[in-house]
């Protein structure tokens, strides 16, 4: 018998030709739980900042995005404690269950926000809305990594088609992220909203949102994905995530429990230097719901042929981008890798972050358009510096996200994937509430100088990974 630390090490080259079916269910399954979220999402920055009068909670916009940006940033901290769970008492399949049932609860909770008693304020929140979001955090924390983790199994170390899985999966997250403002923002703005005609610009205009409804879209989003995932799992997952690494007598299991080895400890230290990197890109790449989101509200020209587009429905073009442009770029790393020409994960990474700063840029220029910083709110900008941002966005976040998720899968040794997909995700923890800080400076410092200074401090750090690159692709040992 090989020894535990020989067996980890030694990928197998039988790979197959086409991805398991257990990969369509899983993208299934993550599309309804990033409908859910995004849902809420797309609405919570309005629902926050929206007068008490018009059915939001009438907290100041500085405040407002704070809150966010603790939520969104917790959203991404509790996977960590999740993915250890997972790999040493649940297995990542009982972790995704009691994530998506927790979530699903906070979803109702704000959804029956109105009809609860609103005493009891908890850090400016009414209860329910503050016990709803304390919930999808601590739900998300066992969903996120575990989901990923369980991608990334249905793989040999090796196999060329696991990056391009992990951008197919990325494109079920963004399916549901393109939909879910558009539903849960239709419904919250539209459909169940009280409007009316101002005669001065004969344009509508919303007297009160109906923001529980798209609260209740995105908790039966939840629902739906978590039906879907337990009917099939077993027909086409088998046993896959069942049980937590190195439990039992296997071979797998006493890898498992081997002491690390110099390569897999190099391998997890390049995990946690691209993390740190990873927060740069974040703390800019969230401003989508926060800072971009007010901005568009105030200072874009939404009114398309006599429509006025909601103001939510913008969190859709990043994924509706997404959609469209996935599979080439699955596409082109698999042909790069099948031809030995692929860039290994810290270009990829560091050219995702130069990427977004572009993007910035033309939010520089649309604030240029304005005159600079003017409160005028009649003076608009034009939506396409806004459309521009999020496509050159959306370009960077594919050289860097779903390559993170992939990365880790293959990085992590087996006893600590799910808890390592957890510290992955803490660069997203630290972003939002940098993030969140911000976007409240916003307000004070001003639109131009905020973008302009994202813009440049990101393709800075881009090209520093860059730079670095190499040393980092020989800490992966083949794995890069």
């Known amino acids: 018998m090989q020894p535990a630390t020989a067996l980890r090490e030694q990928p197998s080259q039988e790979f197959a030709t086409k991805h398991p079916p257990g990969l369509y269910l899983l993208f299934l399954t993550e599309m309804w739980e990033r409908f859910s979220y995004y849902g809420m999402r797309g609405l919570l920055t309005l629902y926050l900042t929206k007068a008490a009068i018009a059915g939001g909670l009438g907290i100041p916009e500085a405040a407002g995005t704070l809150i966010y940006g603790y939520f969104t940033g917790f959203v991404y901290f509790t996977p960590i404690i999740g993915g250890w769970l997972a790999d040493k008492y649940l297995g990542q399949r009982r972790a995704i269950l009691i994530g998506g049932v927790t979530m699903a609860i906070g979803q109702f909770l704000l959804f029956m926000q109105p009809a609860l008693s609103t005493e009891g304020a908890f850090f400016g929140l009414p209860w329910p809305t503050a016990a709803g979001l304390l919930l999808i955090i601590l739900g998300n924390g066992f969903f996120k990594p575990n989901i990923s983790t369980i991608v990334g199994k249905l793989y040999k170390q090796g196999d060329p088609l696991r990056d391009a899985a992990f951008t197919i999966f990325y494109m079920g997250i963004n399916v549901g992220a393109f939909l879910a403002p558009l539903v849960c923002g239709y419904l919250a703005e539209n459909l169940f909203a009280v409007r009316h005609l101002d005669p001065a610009t004969q344009q509508m205009v919303v007297d009160h949102y109906g923001f529980r409804y798209g609260f209740l879209a995105a908790g039966t989003g939840m629902i739906l994905g978590q039906i879907l995932f337990n009917v099939f799992g077993n027909k086409y997952l088998g046993s896959v995530g069942m049980q937590p690494e190195g439990k039992g007598d296997s071979p797998e299991a006493k890898a498992a429990k081997a002491p690390l080895t110099k390569e897999e400890t190099d391998r997890m230290a390049v995990i946690f230097v691209i993390t740190l990197f990873v927060v740069f890109f974040w703390a800019g790449f969230e401003q989508a719901g926060s800072s971009l989101t007010l901005y568009t509200d105030k200072y874009i020209n939404r009114e398309v042929a006599g429509f006025l587009i ?30 030995g020409k692929d860039l290994n994960i810290p270009v990829k990474m560091g050219l995702g972050m130069v990427l977004l700063g572009v993007g910035f840029l033309f939010m520089v220029g649309a604030a240029l358009q304005r005159g600079g910083d003017v409160a005028d709110q009649t003076i608009k900008a034009s939506i396409l510096w806004l459309l521009a941002t999020y496509f050159f966005h959306t370009v960077g976040e594919l050289c860097l996200s779903p390559v993170g998720l992939s990365m880790v899968s293959r990085l992590s040794p087996p006893a600590l994937t799910a808890m390592l997909m957890g510290v992955w995700f803490l660069a997203p923890f630290v972003a939002q509430i940098a993030g969140g800080y911000i976007a409240a400076y916003v307000e004070t410092l001003g639109a131009l100088k905020v973008f302009g200074l994202i813009a440049a401090f990101v393709i800075v750090a881009g090209l520093l990974l860059i730079a670095i690159s190499r040393k980092l692709f020989a800490m992966m040992h083949g794995r890069g």
């Open 310 to 339: 909601p103001t939510s429905w913008f969190q859709s073009v990043n994924a509706g981008f997404i959609v469209l442009l996935g599979a080439p770029v699955a596409a082109l790393w698999v042909s790069l890798g099948r031809k």
